[in-house]
């Protein structure tokens, strides 16, 4: 898995403007980011907007994003859903696909008890031979399980790490510590990325690695390297940028920069965020004095 080591956007789904999936679009995404030097895609998280499309949506993406990428950077596609059965399906489909490995969140909405969450990652990591990255999210899922959980997963055959989307690097640390090394734990928030690269975290997964790949890759580089000052001057750099993505709904600011960067993507499903002219203009004017 050493490829994963690295920068992976959690990939922006390109939409046509009517509302589809867009092929070509999705392909001068995916090769202009593999050109930034991302380590490898994320697909149908939260950002990916997996929530708000069908299955055969999430399904053809998934080929979509493959073919372009002929194997030159591993993909990750996110098959989390509320029920089993989906991301029972999703995770079988992108086996016969080929992805590198799955992802699921934690169930959300209804409460469930820890059993119950385990099973339903037992119930994936079953459904086919391809490994299962778990999805810590607290804050959108409402599911908070403790380093202990994460301790019975990583005994579970196929399940190889941990999307860790939290501020609270010490408890990161903590499910580190008792899942062992071969255990990959991928830091979440990118405002974060160098602290949690610094506490152990194996790669980063995130959203605006779609619209400041470079930046992020070059932090990554200078972590790697141990040139610890520098890399701290490039997180506060991005984190400007953050600042301003705060202001908004985070897909749809990060779909008005990419538009800007010349890479149309369509406007986010709704009830997402569908931003005004006079938002527009303030990204414009953000994107300018950022030019990455
Ligand atoms: C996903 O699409 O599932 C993500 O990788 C989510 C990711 O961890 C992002 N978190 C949220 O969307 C809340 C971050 O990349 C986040 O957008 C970034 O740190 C800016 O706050």
């Known amino acids: 898995y050493v490829q994963l080591q690295g920068i992976i956007p959690a990939l922006i789904t390109p939409y046509e403007d009517d509302g589809r999936i867009s092929d070509k679009r999705t392909r001068e995404l995916v090769r202009h980011l593999i050109s930034q030097g991302v380590a490898g895609f994320y697909l149908s998280g939260s950002t990916g907007e997996g929530f708000l499309q069908t299955v055969e949506e999430r399904q053809s993406f998934l080929e979509i994003v493959m073919d372009e990428v002929k194997s030159e950077v591993p993909v990750i596609a996110h098959v989390g859903a509320m029920d089993t059965a989906t991301a029972v399906v999703l995770t079988k489909h992108a086996y016969g696909a080929g992805a590198t490995a799955v992802s699921a969140v934690t169930p959300f909405y209804y409460k469930h008890g820890s059993e119950q969450i ?8 079953e459904a086919a031979d391809i490994p299962l990255i778990a999805y810590h999210f607290p804050d959108m899922t409402g599911s908070k399980q403790s380093a202990d959980f994460y301790r019975e997963l990583s005994a579970v055959d ?22 062992g090394e071969d255990f990959l734990v991928f830091n979440g928030p990118d405002e974060s990325c160098l602290a949690g ?5 194996f790669g980063a997964i995130g959203s605006t690695y779609n619209i400041m790949p470079a930046k992020f890759v070059e932090m990554h580089r200078l972590f790697r390297q141990g040139r610890i000052d520098e ?5 506060y750099e991005v984190n400007r940028v953050i600042n301003e993505l705060m202001k908004y709904d985070f897909i749809a600011f990060e779909r008005e920069i990419l538009r800007l960067q010349g890479f149309d993507t369509g406007l986010p499903r709704k009830p997402i965020q569908q931003l005004s002219d006079a938002q527009r203009a303030d990204i414009r004017e953000t994107a300018a004095r950022f030019p990455f």
Not at 231 to 235: E, G, I, L, M
């Open 197 to 201: 690269l610094a506490m152990g975290a």
């Open 118 to 125: 385990k099973r339903h990652y037992i119930d994936i990591a």
């Open 158 to 179: 196929g399940i190889i790490g941990l999307k860790f989307t939290s501020m609270n690097t010490y408890e990161m640390q903590q499910i580190m510590d008792v899942c």
């Open 231 to 235: 890399a701290r001057a490039v997180q």
